[in-house]
């Protein structure tokens, strides 16, 4: 447990929830971050939220809303600012590249440590897109900062020119009993409803499957022909967005979740944490960094990508199998436990600790 003298006074800039907005995995990382710090006596804290009310706003309104943001951020930086031991600051990549530079230039005026969480697996791919003027100006306030975490490991390697970076995984903290489960019939999908998320193949793979299985669905819309599609396919339902506070009870009473994703901001994905902190195993795709999470055959099964067949095999294969499937379930409850929030979020709190001295 860390101490230190007096309490360390963090600005956490971060995306909590609002109405008129969608809920995605960055905005449940940031609310269970901001619960967990209250929770340690030498910390305090002052939150400068950056959600937007962008659900049903179109290109221009988003342009409007992005900027009215950005200028709200810079202005509560100004007035806030001076307060604070330690600025941090929990953003995307692609909302990193516009304002990473500026709270940088800010903290240095300030002469405050700015220490940045970055969230998703994409940082690399999005970085390499900037032409050569804008990755020299954003390499300059990226080095600046005192510390840089990255949610995944393949990003570490990737950036490790870089010297100021740490590992700080995707994590939740379900505090509801496990619940052992006998049998795998009920599979659960719970992101946003598009094809890049694996919508389309879990809907085509109901064709294949031989098991008698249902899967629900949750999530914000973005691909309304999809819901008709799933509305139309037997075995499958569409059960509308799901509060950030029900998740847990929600994945309790399913027996597996569903990922096929091919999305390409994918890091680790926040569910499959809160899948195993639920007991349950996870079939997803073998995208990206996922398999940082998911290991084939131990907490779950990886499948291609836009592979329909072979997401019906895995499907087969979990609801074919009690003792292979109660074996899953044991090992996704253990690692689940590795990315428990509470130590990580007061690791975090210390690295900004010692980024004051």
């Known amino acids: 447990m860390t101490t230190v003298d007096q309490p360390i006074r963090i600005l956490l800039f971060g995306p909590l929830p609002i109405a008129g907005d969608h809920v995605g995995g960055a905005k449940a990382a940031f609310v269970q971050m901001v619960s967990d710090i209250e929770d340690l006596d030498w910390v305090e804290t002052d939150v400068v939220n950056l959600s937007r009310a962008l659900k049903s706003a179109g290109r ?147 064709s294949l499957v031989a098991s008698d299985v249902s899967v629900d669905f949750y999530g914000s819309i973005f691909d309304r022909e999809l819901v008709g599609s799933i509305e139309q396919t037997p075995g499958l339902a569409y059960c509308g967005e799901l509060p950030p506070e029900q998740v847990y009870q929600a994945l309790s009473q399913y027996d597996a979740l569903l990922l096929p994703t091919y999305w390409q901001g994918e890091g680790l994905p926040g569910v499959i944490v ?47 199998s009690s003792e292979f499937y109660a074996q899953l379930c044991a090992n996704a409850g253990t690692s689940g436990e590795q990315y428990r929030s509470k130590p990580w979020n007061e690791k975090f709190c210390a690295w900004c600790a010692r980024a004051q001295y």
């Open 60 to 206: 221009i309104r988003r342009v409007y809303l992005n900027l009215q943001g950005l200028f709200k951020t810079v202005v509560n930086t100004l007035l806030r600012g001076h307060a604070s031991d330690v600025w941090a600051l929990n953003v995307s990549p692609v909302g990193s590249f516009t304002l990473l530079p500026i709270m940088a230039t800010l903290a240095t005026l300030y002469r405050k440590p700015l220490i940045v969480r970055m969230f998703g697996g994409s940082f690399h791919d999005d970085y390499s897109s900037l032409n050569k003027l804008q990755r020299s100006l954003y390499k300059q306030a990226f080095r600046s900062c005192n510390l840089v975490t990255m949610e995944t490991r393949k990003l570490m390697n990737d950036l490790s020119d870089f010297q100021n970076l740490q590992w700080l995984p995707n994590t939740r903290n379900n505090q509801l009993p496990l619940i052992v489960k006998s049998d795998c019939k009920k599979f659960i999908f719970l992101s946003q409803i598009r094809k890049e998320k694996g919508v389309r193949e879990i809907i085509r793979a109901m």
């Open 274 to 320: 809160e899948a195993f902190q639920s007991g349950i195993p996870v079939i997803a795709s073998d995208w990206r960094q996922i398999p940082e999470l998911v290991e084939h055959g131990y907490n779950g099964l990886l499948v291609k990508s836009e592979d329909d067949k072979s997401l019906a095999e895995a499907i087969d294969a979990l609801a074919g």
